[in-house]
């Protein structure tokens, strides 16, 4: 039933954007608003309507329809509720249903209330904007419909793919799919205005789409990019795989047009470039469904082939045959009034920057589809790896990284060396000092050191920028400097939101010269107990285990790391076996993250009888820093995309305009720190504790114990003696067993410079004495009443040994008890050294 | 010069640089897209660059040494041209048919790491590395997918 509802639904959408769009284009053609009401009228039903279906959907994934493929493939019975939602948009036909809506209901929020500069655009937009509609919806309904039923209906259906049940990955398609829908807009608005022979202000109107598409897409990227970092368990973030390419390359478009919309807005130029960045904003787009559904691209993360590929292929060059043809019909708008006439001026650096930007994205659009080139051009087929691409793109990304520090400094016109004075210095400080603390802490690669320079020099310029327009601002209203400083970012948000964004980049610059150029990776089999150097790290298998969670089977490990001989933390990576989806295993990493660098272990593999382990371990550097300007990046995207108070308006429209932003910026920051929580949330594999066992070689853990007779007992005081410190309860059979084994090592060697200290966890004291009285011990033994000596000591157990030498370092542990014989054996080592 | 001229040399400046990279770099570190078929018939003048090879994973080929790690496997020949594979029945059809033809091209590979989880008999390998002396292919990266299991892909990714 809902299947039909569903399909019927879908159905009337098509119906409906089909007229919507027919009917604005009569109301060009007559110029009758009568028609152009009713075409918007139709925009807001096919919103409505594809709205209807996605809600059909969600109701057949929360009653379990398993009769609907789709539902069947992507959800089961026992799958929590967020993650039937999420299974919406799981899968190729769903997504596409999620993309139809959302399309509709971008095209009904453009036209519900144009401003007054974008009316005359309106008409020819909603055109192009119902067309796509229909486009989406009709591939939905007719090559990949949702709604399509199963000849025999499953008792169950297939799960949800394990990988996919992660909050970066709930989050990720809809904020992907969002920005790819909105990058319509500046397509449609610079065809409309090309139509409408107005080119001079399309930009600044389709501004507000443009920057929400690309923040969006940012933010996408990134969840996609922390998702594959907590998830994949290959130690990256980004493999330059095609899937990921695609949702790149628009955002990197997207990015020029936004300099390019600053430049048309000044200067009146860059007409040409703008709308060019607009339409290869939306073909690419376009493209990149293409390539992941066609089965074109050999990637890892393809849909299924399927047999869109010609469809879509069509559309793409029905799209590039109208725009160029608009282009080359009123190619004398787009001449730009204003020359760049050097390019050490502003101007000639956002020239620069365009074209990088450009040439970036055909890199990327060339290392996608290289073999299919290569095979073209010389019959041979190349594929490009990270390697490739990394660098291809490095040195172009270094370039941008470069104009962004150099730009600040020049002026309009050139030779203004004016604006070099008071500019220069902090500058050139910022492109000497981030070079030297790299190189301090360890960067010793050049090329990476050069990199250090372009983010100093760029930092140093942002922040001198920012300074002297806080220091100007102060002067001339006479405030304080951080008063100034606030109020700069609420007066002039395009332009202050834009260098929090640069601020932002800087930082994910500092993290991809880091993760990308000095990126450490190894391989270790860790037994029991046994210390492992690994870099600047030692990492000891303390236990492993198995457990039922849920749905799946649990194997982890828990191992202590320490770094420069001290307890760092403890580590729990784990492998997740489904056995109700085809057995599949995920190996969950676990992740320290620290500024310098990220500890991250995947557990490979685990022996039969659990006392080995195979582990992968990645020290990425500066790593956090990628996430961390990623926040920024998109806080100063936010600020940026904030309207300006409106001083003009009347007061009630005013206050209700300032308790909608208000309520607006609630929201952006809810989104913000939900996104934030995605990143760093609760736990990435790490475990609490407050001290670790302290390691063979290292200091012993000082402690000052009262024992049974009322004296007390301190470990430093024992200076010059081995001391073996054994930990031990009544409660504990294995300890019942040991314990004899200790009194008669201790009687063996007493006097000869070595102490026995007892030291009782968690036990009462009755107890205690029955059992010294029961086994004749006579060295020292107190109780550890409020355990704190065993957390210093970090044991997870009892019984522990630990023997620490004359000079108060340990020199053995045992993990469980320790026989007469092992003991000999190590005091035989230390005794008399 | 006027402002355009500069501005165009300085346009082409930049677009050569980038085509320069882009050409250097499929001559270094892109990886020539060959068959198992292909690597043979190449044989010598297959060693020392980068390949990538397709092929469908002979279960029963698969020792894993987890002390080193180090995993072992054989790959069977399956088509390089996805239209051909599609003429086939299919990748699954295909990967079920080259893994039950004893007269099919293989090749043994070398792997130097864990063992990937889905590395199971019919997956079908994408594998990056170079063709060592012994005529074994030694690999860097591993991607599998098994179509028969999925209707569609995710990832799975090991390495690089």
Known sequence: MLAEIGSILEGLALLTALYGALAAFWSIRRADPRWAASGRNAAYSAAALLGLALLALLAAFLSDQFQIAYVSQHSSRDLPLYLKISALWGGQEGSLLLWSFLQALFTALVLARPSEHARPLVPWATVLLSVITVFFTAVTLFLSNPFALLSAVPADGQGLNPLLRHPGMIFHPPLMYLGYVMLAAPFAFAMAALLTRRVEDWPSIARRWTLTAWLFLGLGLLLGARWAYDVLGWGGYWGWDPVENAGLMPWLTATALLHGAVMQDERRGFRLWNVLLAVFSFLLVLFGTFTTRSGMIQSVHAFARSNMGPYFLAFMSLTLVFSFALMIRYRRLLASPVAVDSFLTRDGMFLLTLLVFATITVSVLVGSLLPTITEAVGGRRFEAGPAWFDRVTGPQFAALTLFLGVCPLLGRAAAAFKRLRGRLLPALVGAVLLPVVAALAGFTNPLSLIGFAFAGLAAGTALTEWALDAVARSRHGETGLLVALGALLSRNRRKYGGYVVHLGVILIVLGLIGTRMAPFETQRVLDAGEAVGVGDYVLVLEETGREAAGDH???????????????????????????????????????????????????????????????????????????????????????????????????????????????????????????????????????????????????????????????????????????VVNFWASWCPPCEDELPDLQQTWSAYQGRGVTFVGVVFR??????RDFVARFSLTYPIGLDVDGRIAERYGITGVPETFVVDASGNVAAIHIGPVTAEQLVGELEGVVGR | ?????????????????????????????????????????????????????????????????????????????????????????????????????????????????????????????????????????????????CPSRYEEEIPAQAGP
Do not use: C
């Open chain 1, 553 to 723: 089977l649990s194997t982890w490990a828990l191992l202590s790391v320490y770094r420069n001989g001290q307890y760092l933390t403890t580590l729990r990576p784990r492998i997740e076996q489904y056995p109700t989806f085809f057995d599949q295993t995920v190996a969950v990493p676990a992740l320290h993250p620290a500024l310098r660098h990220d500890l991250y272990v995947v557990l490979a593999s685990v022996s039969g009888d659990g006392s080995s382990v195979t582990v992968k371990v990645f020290v990425n550097p500066l790593a956090s820093f990628l996430w961390l300007g990623g926040l920024v990046f998109l806080s100063g995207g936010v600020m940026a995309l904030w309207p300006s108070a409106h001083q003009a308006l009347p007061a009630p429209q005013a206050r209700r305009r300032a308790l909608l932003n208000s309520l607006g910026l609630a929201a952006v920051l809810l989104l913000l720190a939900a996104a934030a929580l995605a990143m760093w949330g609760p736990g990435h594999g790490e475990v609490n504790r407050p001290a670790g066992r302290p390691l063979v070689g290292q200091p012993a853990p000082d402690f000052t114990l009262t024992l049974l007779d009322g004296s007390t007992l301190t470990l430093s005081e024992l200076r010059g003696q081995v001391a």
């Open chain 1, 763 to 768: 036990d009462e004291e009755s107890a205690v």
């Open chain 2, 1 to 145: 010069m006027g402002g355009k001229t500069k501005a165009i040399i300085a346009g082409l400046l930049i677009v050569a640089a980038v085509v320069y990279l882009i050409v250097t770099n499929t001559g270094s570190t892109a990886h020539y897209f060959l068959t198992v078929e292909e690597i043979q018939a190449l044989g010598d003048q297959a060693r020392g660059r980068n390949i990538t090879v397709s092929g469908a994973v002979l279960g029963e080929t698969i020792v894993y040494d987890p002390s080193i790690p180090r995993v072992t496997f054989t790959i069977v020949q399956v088509p390089g041209d996805p239209q051909e594979v599609e003429r086939a029945g299919g990748l699954a059809a295909v990967l079920h048919a080259a893994v039950n033809d004893p007269t099919a091209p293989r090749l043994e590979v070398v792997y130097n790491d864990v063992r990937p989880d889905l590395l199971v008999n019919e997956a079908q390998a994408i594998i990056r590395g170079q063709l060592g002396e012994d005529g074994r292919f030694y690999a860097d990266e591993v991607l599998l997918k």
